[in-house]
């Protein structure tokens, strides 16, 4: 039998961190080997915000690559690619804005609230609609199941109901998709107060080096009513709490114990940071692996575009013949 489909990925606006792990790529890396699994870069996507600065975009799709690869993507098994090399994208994303309307976008909490961050009042046609671009993300390879972050569910609800739409109007050609969000949908940055996000300098990268990841941590706020070792201490009110739990770090003890007065912040804060760097010490060793080849990444790339444009091509066979529009071959 043939193995389900997955399609995910990123906007490559800048390196990975701790959120990304946690919301979605912890859980491409487990399935990888069960579904086949395709990992988009969307570049176009980069250009809703960067739309003055395209060369930032594609070099961030470097880095971006060797994330995924020091993560523990397998290009042996997975296919990672480039959004812009992939024309069905482009060709899906129009059918599909006959598919939505205006208002719909508009009350997208996710494009209003990061409208509302970024200060957008008057949105580009792009970045209102980019949603329903990922829904063509998502369908170009007929995808079953889509990995995110909490933030993407109101793109794959759009998706969801755009290959409803489809398939009523035009015939059955797409798989309706589902969502599957991580052990934590959304990571709180060591700031302890909104979501891990580079914009937001709370974030702690993949890529960081070990002393990095203690200072880090170590700025991480703990209960504040919890002065003197000798306190009993909150873990509900604390971010070093709420991470041993979310990456599934002895969690109930360090909740006793601190509870107890028997182990201080700072002793917490030590186990955290080795915790966290040990899950990112053979995420280091890959990624020195790959730093050092540049030319296997970008083969990695180009046979994985290589591969996502032919499914493309497939896909739009299957379109044209379900819209009428397979007038000749050419
Ligand atoms: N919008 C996603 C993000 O910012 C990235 C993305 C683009 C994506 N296309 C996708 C995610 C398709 C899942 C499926 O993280």
């Known amino acids: 039998m043939e193995k389900r489909r997955i399609l995910t990925g ?19 890396i487990r399935l990888q080997h069960d579904y086949d699994t395709l990992i988009i870069i969307a570049d176009i996507q980069g250009l809703t915000t960067d739309f003055e600065d395209p060369r930032r975009v594609s070099t961030a799709v470097r880095e971006v690559a060797l994330d995924y690869l020091a993560a523990g993507l397998d290009p042996g098994v997975a296919t990672i690619f480039i959004q812009s090399m992939v024309p069905a994208i482009a060709e899906l994303t129009v059918i ?8 719909a976008l508009r009350h997208n909490p996710t494009i ?3 409208a509302q961050q970024r200060g957008y009042t008057d949105l580009s046609y792009g970045f209102l609609g980019y949603p329903v671009s990922e829904a063509a993300d998502i369908t170009f390879c007929r995808a079953h199941l889509v990995p995110v972050g909490e933030d993407q569910l109101p793109h794959i609800e759009l998706t969801r109901k755009l290959v409803r739409r489809f398939n009523q109007l035009y015939g059955q050609v797409f798989p309706v998709p589902e969502g599957l969000v991580g052990r934590a949908g959304r990571l709180v940055g060591i700031d302890g107060q909104n979501k891990m996000s580079k914009s937001l300098n709370n974030a ?21 009513q919890r002065v003197h070792k000798r306190n009993p201490g909150r873990p ?3 971010t070093v709490y709420t991470y041993c739990d ?18 201080g912040c700072v002793q917490c804060k030590r186990k955290l940071a ?12 890959r990624r020195r692996y790959y730093e050092n080849r540049p030319d296997d990444i970008f083969e990695i790339l180009r046979s994985g575009t290589s591969r996502a444009r032919q499914l493309g091509e497939e896909t739009m066979a299957m379109v044209r013949e379900a819209l009428s529009f397979n007038y000749f071959r050419l």
């Open 10 to 28: 990123d906007r490559p606006t800048g390196r990975l961190h701790l959120g990304h792990y946690v919301g979605t790529l912890a859980n491409r």
């Open 274 to 285: 080795q915790e966290i760097n040990e899950l990112l010490t053979p995420m280091r060793a």
């Open 112 to 114: 209003k609230s990061e």
């Open 96 to 103: 599909y804005s006959m598919l939505t309307t205006v208002n």
């Open 236 to 238: 509900e009110v604390c």
């Open 246 to 263: 979310v990456f599934g770090f002895d969690a109930e003890s360090v909740a006793e114990s601190c509870r107890r007065a028997e182990v």
């Open 204 to 224: 702690i990268f993949l890529s960081d080096p070990p002393e990095t990841v203690s200072e880090k941590v170590g700025l991480m706020v703990t209960d504040p």
